[in-house]
Every structure is written in C-alpha cells, then in structure tokens.
C-alpha cells in the first residue's frame, strides 16, 4: 500500500517553516525547536516593518509593552542556550535582563536594532543546534543561580516555546496600540 498524496495548496516558500522539510545539519530530535525559531523571526520581519518607535513602551490595559517583548525575544534566547552550553550568565547577560523591564530610549531605528538583535540570537541558537550532539540532550543542566534542574533539550524546547508564546503577545499588543494610536 503507497502513501497517499495530498495537493499541495500553496508554493513551498510561503508554507510554515515547519512544513518546508528538515534544515540541513540540525539534528532530527531539534527540528522542531529550529522551525519554532525560524517561524518567529519570519512573523516578527512581516509584522515589525513599518511599527511606529514612539509605540514601543505602551502598555494597553498594562500588558507588556511591544518594547518589552522585543528585548525579552533575544534576551530569553540567549539565556536558555547559554545555559544548555552549561554556561552561567555573564555579567552583561544579566544587565539585558535587568534592562528587559525598563522603558526604551526611543530612536527612530530602535525597533530595527531590536529586531536584528533577535534575528542575529536565532542564527546564533541555529548554530548551537547544528554542533549539538543528539546524544548530549538528556544531560542535566542547571538554570540560573539556583541551578534550578532541567537537561539541554528541555532547555532548547523552552527556548522555542517561550519565543513562541512572546510574539503571540507581542503581535497582539503592536495590533492593539496601533488601532489605539
């Protein structure tokens, strides 16, 4: 029995990145935590382009401001890869996270410097997927000063689920202040 077909109803390039096939040189167990991160980037590119700087730090109904979720997309990123490298942060990692809370300083390329920054923190946990040996992902890795027990694919797992859930948000918040601005 063959499997069966189905019609594709769209090109590959405008598919989800999770339905274009496997990335070349991650490892089958970290596919998924590559396509969340790629999916993330292209919807924050489509969504960010033309988003007004002087919006950045409201805070409608007092969600977190769109500024907020921009610095905690790369921030996060970037904590939970340093610890699966069994790294503890340093001390400008833990400045940013000091800082993700505070207003920004409004400039007219902020919002592109922000989304640059999380584009460059994707690429960068892409290349730590490529290096990471599928054997190595149930090794117990310690988060923050507790060493609080986790291992380096649940590490990874949350990476891309806690990037996920921030552009949700943040995707809501840009479209609620716009329609308020």
């Known amino acids: 029995m063959s499997s069966p077909t189905f019609p594709s109803s769209s090109s590959p ?11 070349p040189e991650i490892p089958p167990l970290l596919q998924p935590v590559a396509h969340a991160l790629l ?3 292209e919807e924050l590119n489509a969504a960010m382009p033309n988003f007004p700087p002087t919006l950045l730090n409201e805070r409608p109904g007092g969600v977190a401001s769109v500024g907020f979720h921009l610095q905690h997309l790369a921030g996060v990123l970037d904590r939970t890869f340093t610890y ?3 790294e503890a942060l340093s001390e400008s990692q833990q400045a940013a996270l000091a800082a993700e809370n505070l207003p920004l300083t409004i400039e007219a390329d902020t919002v592109q410097k922000l989304v640059q920054r999380f584009s460059a923190q994707v690429d960068s946990a892409l290349a730590q997927l490529r290096s990471t040996d599928e054997a190595t992902l149930t090794e117990a890795r310690g988060v923050g000063r507790a060493q609080l027990p986790s291992t380096v694919i649940g590490l990874m797992v949350h990476a891309a689920e ?11 918040t840009a479209k609620w202040v716009r329609r308020d601005a």
């Open 84 to 86: 699966a490298r069994a």
């Open 13 to 23: 390039e405008t598919r989800e990145v999770w339905l274009r096939g496997p990335l």
């Open 39 to 41: 999916q993330a980037r």
């Open 162 to 172: 806690h990037t996920t859930r921030h552009l949700g948000q943040l995707l809501v």
